[in-house]
């Protein structure tokens, strides 16, 4: 709609450092529509937030232009300003971008389109130690895997995602877990586990396929322990969605989960570590606006 006003956060780093260069005509399809746009690239975690919460309190669209982690980092803002988010997925995995339907970074006519003229749908976020995140928290041999990934930058996305879970299993032992699931305590030994609210990680897994972005719940994923050899065949099967029909594999809905181990593991969120054990995780029905086709 001409007139629109958007504040476009930029990840330089993402997609091997053509972020800013996608978003370019993008930007220009806006203008020739009459809407004002500001392009701000990041400079690092903090700046993100800070510049999608001011964009927001004034009123602006905020558009996160990068990865799962970029668009982390601009929801949070967002959702502190209390104002509107789009996505132009111009990063490695984008699964909130695919899980959403949004047209991709290469597609500038689509997605200067949805900016002008999308919906403004609702969904919730996940609150894990206080950072907003409107994807997944993952305790474990996934947030092992993760570490390798955002090791790896330079190398294809797609090997990337798939090789670092393998590197993972060998070097990962199982956990012991202490749960308490809205106010329900309980132990076990595992692999993972995964709160969901959007289901997918992993450049395209949907790890917990029983999620759903505005149901106002969280989907809690307990992978319980095994051999490692079960571990891949876990991931595999995951790929179809028929990991939960696994023993070991145990899924329930709650609005609030603290998480602790026995042991120090990465807590992460939407491609990266954001906390420390013990994670204390709630959901926020409906606090993101955010464009949708």
């Not at 012991?176 to 969901?196: I, K, N, P, W």
Request: hydrophobic content about 45%; proline content about 6%.
């Amino acid at each position: 709609m001409a007139g629109d006003t958007f504040t476009a956060i930029v990840n330089p780093i993402s997609g091997g450092g053509h972020a800013l260069a996608r978003w370019e005509p993008i930007a220009a399809l806006l203008r020739a529509a009459g809407a004002i746009v500001r392009t701000e690239p990041s400079r690092d975690r903090e700046h993100a937030i800070a510049a999608a919460r001011a964009a927001a309190e004034r009123g602006e669209v905020v558009v996160a232009v990068g990865g799962d982690g970029m668009v982390r980092d601009v929801a949070d803002g967002t959702v502190r300003g209390g104002g509107t988010m789009a996505i132009v997925p111009a990063g490695r995995g984008n699964d909130l971008a695919r899980t959403l339907k949004l047209p991709g970074a290469g597609e500038p006519a689509a997605v200067a389109r949805l900016l002008l003229a999308g919906q403004r749908r609702t969904i919730d976020v996940l609150e894990v130690n206080g950072v907003i995140a409107p994807g997944n928290v993952y305790i474990g041999i996934d947030a092992l895997a993760t570490r390798i990934i955002n090791a790896g930058r330079g190398l294809p996305a797609l090997l990337l995602y798939r090789l670092a879970p393998l590197r993972a299993i060998l070097s990962w032992r199982a956990a012991g877990y202490t749960l308490t699931v809205d106010g329900a305590r309980r132990e076990v030994r595992g692999h993972t586990v995964v709160v969901a609210n959007s289901g997918a990680y992993g450049h395209g897994l949907r790890i917990v396929p029983t999620a759903v972005l505005d149901d106002g719940l969280l989907d809690v994923m307990v992978v319980g322990d095994g051999p490692r050899s079960k571990v891949i065949a876990f991931m595999r099967e995951a790929k179809r969605g028929t990991h939960l029909r696994r023993p070991e594999v145990s899924v329930q809905t709650a609005q609030e989960v603290t998480v602790d181990a026995d042991r120090p593991i990465p807590v992460c969120a939407d491609g990266d570590e954001i906390a420390q054990l013990p994670a204390r995780i709630r959901v926020l029905p409906g606090a993101l606006a955010v464009l949708a086709p």
